[in-house]
């Protein structure tokens, strides 16, 4: 059973972990679409690359701009793990056993 105080703030906690995680695929969103429209700009820039290559600069372009944006991903990422550890813990102590509620 899950006590009164300590749902409130796993669920704050929750909530904290969606928020960044949403944060996180909105930026992961940006990198592949932005990598998208440099790699195609480049491929009517350069029609030498017609066939082969499309995918590939995409992948690099997609790495490059990854690398440009590494410390605002790993703050999220690193933000996702410490949410994950307050939540576990959290659950944890719910599944404690604890004094009865007078009721």
Do not use: N
């Not at 929750?14 to 491929?43: F, N, P, S, V, W």
Request: contains cysteine; aromatic residues 4%; hydrophobic residues 40%.
């Amino acid at each position: 059973m899950i006590g009164v105080l300590l749902s409130k703030p796993l669920a704050k906690a929750i909530r904290a972990r969606r928020e960044t995680q949403r944060h996180l695929d909105c930026l992961t969103r940006q990198i592949a679409a932005r990598a998208g429209r440099q790699a195609i700009m480049a491929k009517v820039r350069s029609r030498a690359r017609r066939r082969s290559g499309h995918r590939l600069y995409h992948q690099e372009l997609a790495d490059r701009l990854t690398f440009e944006r590494w410390r605002e991903l790993d703050a999220l990422m690193w933000r996702l793990r410490v949410q994950e550890q307050i939540i576990d813990e959290y659950k944890r102590s719910d599944d404690a056993p604890g004094l009865p509620i007078a009721g």
